[in-house]
């Protein structure tokens, strides 16, 4: 039997912070204006940060926190009765409407939130098995990774190539 490499806490955390960064950084770069601008598809940058928002905070409320279903989510179906896409889409249309300062501290506080959880944690509970909706033996910190420091990587990669190439 072999022995499950250790994963540290600062080893999670610190992805996350590094991902949360950058994806602030070209936010605030661009100015809410061009941020507003459609970049990837119909999505602008401020759309793929409310994207990452909801998914954030998502994961924080899947891992124990204390913050409330989304009020754009229709309170009469489960958030995965609705499916991934009609989420995005809502979340979408509710932060358009949200001044850019206040989305982009929603987008902090998410990863924050993430980031303190997983601090919380025992060391040893990233090494366990996430559960659903996570495939079979996918271990908590690489859930984590998956809704958090990877997923902001590849909108910020795509967002960074995108805008450079429109020069927004």
């Known amino acids: 039997m ?21 994806l602030l950084r070209l936010a605030q770069d661009l100015g809410e204006e061009r941020a507003a601008r459609p970049v990837v598809g119909e999505w602008a940058v401020r759309d793929v940060v409310a994207h990452c928002v909801y998914w ?5 409320r899947m891992m ?11 309170r009469w179906q489960s958030e995965h009765e609705i499916g991934g896409e009609t989420i ?5 249309e509710h932060y358009r409407r949200i001044p850019y300062p206040t989305l982009l ?15 919380e944690m025992d060391e040893e509970n990233l ?3 996430a559960g659903a909706p996570w495939d079979p ?3 908590v910190w690489q859930a984590i990774a998956s809704e958090s420091s990877e997923h902001c ?7 960074e190539k995108a805008t450079a190439a429109r020069a927004l």
Request: glycine share 6%; charged share 25%; with cysteine.
């Open 137 to 139: 033996g996918t271990p």
């Open 153 to 159: 990587r590849e909108h910020t990669d795509e967002l």
């Open 127 to 129: 090494l366990l098995e």
């Open 56 to 60: 954030q905070g998502m994961l924080a």
């Open 2 to 22: 072999t022995k499950a490499k250790r994963v540290t806490k600062d080893a999670v955390v610190a992805p996350i912070e590094r991902e949360k960064g950058r």
């Open 105 to 119: 501290a929603d987008f902090a506080f998410t990863a924050d939130v993430v980031c303190q959880i997983v601090r």
């Open 88 to 92: 995005n889409r809502l979340t979408v």
């Open 64 to 74: 124990g926190a204390p913050l409330p279903p989304p009020s754009w989510i229709p």
